[in-house]
């Protein structure tokens, strides 16, 4: 479903290029970005996560081809890709790799991927935590399966993007961003619980208050690494109760009397990077009772107590992130605000009320490239449905 005026143009001129390369009609997808109300870093936890598609995404166009050959022409970037459907190894480009990284776990399914030409662009910004990557790659999914007749339920196709992403592109992450990119809904947030993957919408349309992205514009290039090891140190928890609880397979089934009795005396940083994920799930169980009672400003302080979390105990923030949430602490029109996403750069995710924003701006702008040197970019997210055939 296209949205808006820019959304239209940008699949036009897809769809355009696509008929100036190849010379035929293609079938076109669109696949959103995705915000995270609550619920950071719980995913690969097995714990639970608040997210929601947004107004932001990548579109698709493809069609099939007669030969084995894969050809992809990124909208943005001069470089045109060339592969071979019988060998599929990763770029230097780098880029193709998320498209190439899902067709690779189709293979391994045994679904037959022919040939094909492609076209893709979008408006996610890069590196700002929004989940570009696995728009990518469920828009991919989403296409492949339609032209090839694959007839893949849509969390098959979740699964088999986190997968490319996991072991083609190498970084660990969990299920949250491909299954919001895919599952969205208009107005509603998705409750998903990552043990069982059982999921339901609740709506988020709060009267008067919308979600405003502050970008710090630092692109995230520690994330992968530290992402990854976080992973490790969470895990590492899990094994030092387990040696006196087997039953516990991982921190969604910790407590917090359990770290303190066996964590904190044997690894302090492991120990505080446990105690955050432990407190994120509680927070999140409790600000789902908010959201169902209406009760916003709750919900909104359980935010700012995410941040201080992510920032001081799992410590996957950065100075850009910790000054745009101090700025807006304190301001009565913000409800809420953190850092979204995995971390080390991209966006706070801000609840405002609607007639505050302009100047919320105006003040932050100025402010934060005095602190930071930098400049600040604004996005207004509207929350979206998932991965469709325009
Ligand atoms: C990245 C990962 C997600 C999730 C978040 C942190 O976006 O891709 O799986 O772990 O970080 O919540």
């Known amino acids: 479903m296209i949205a ?10 897809i769809i355009e290029k696509f008929k100036s390369s190849y010379g035929n009609d293609p079938l076109v997808v669109r696949s959103p970005g995705r915000v995270n109300l609550l619920g950071e870093h719980t995913d690969y936890n097995n714990g639970f996560v608040l997210p929601a598609a947004i ?36 770029s230097p480009l780098h880029w193709p790799d998320y498209i190439l990284g899902v067709v690779q776990q189709l293979q391994a399914l045994g679904h037959p991927v022919g040939g094909f030409n492609c076209v893709f662009g979008g408006d996610i910004p890069l590196g700002a935590g929004m989940s570009s990557s696995a728009a990518l790659e469920c828009a991919t999914a989403f296409s492949l399966n339609e032209l090839f007749g694959l007839k893949l339920d849509p969390l098959t196709m979740v699964k088999l993007a986190q997968k490319a992403e996991n072991q083609f ?25 990552c043990q069982s993957l059982a999921y339901e919408y609740v709506p988020f349309n709060t009267e008067g208050i919308r979600i405003v992205l502050l970008d710090t514009n ?29 039953e516990v397979k991982s921190l969604r089934d910790a407590t917090p009397a359990m770290l303190e009795e066996y964590v904190a005396p044997a690894n302090a940083l492991v120990y505080q990077r446990c105690r955050y994920i432990v407190e994120e799930n509680l ?30 105990l799992y410590e996957v923030s950065c100075p850009e992130l910790d000054f745009l949430v101090e700025h807006v602490k304190g301001n009565p029109a913000v409800i809420g605000a953190r850092m ?3 971390g080390f750069g991209g966006c706070t995710i801000n609840l405002v009320k ?37």
């Open 4 to 13: 808006t005026q820019q959304d239209r143009s940008l699949a036009s001129r």
């Open 55 to 90: 107004n932001k995404a990548i579109y698709m166009a493809v069609s099939r081809r007669e030969d084995t050959v894969i050809s992809i022409i990124s909208l943005d970037l001069d470089q045109p890709y060339t592969g071979d459907t019988r060998q599929v190894v990763s």
């Open 169 to 193: 592109v190498g970084v660990q992450c969990g299920i949250m961003d491909q299954f919001a990119s895919m599952f969205g809904r208009r107005n509603h947030v998705i409750r998903l619980d």
């Open 218 to 246: 630092v692109k995230h290039s520690l994330a992968s690494s530290e992402y990854n090891m976080r992973r490790q140190q969470c895990e590492a928890g899990v094994r030092l109760i387990q040696a006196h609880h087997p």
């Open 283 to 312: 927070r999140l169980l409790a600000a789902s009772d908010d959201l169902q009672q209406g009760d916003i400003a709750a919900f909104g302080r359980r935010m700012f107590a995410t941040h201080e979390g992510l920032s001081k």
């Open 340 to 342: 979204m996403g995995g």
């Open 354 to 390: 609607e007639e505050a924003i302009d100047e919320l701006v105006a003040k932050a702008t100025p402010a934060y490239a005095r602190a930071m040197n930098k400049e600040l970019k604004v996005y207004i997210g509207q929350i979206e449905n998932g991965t469709s055939l325009l």
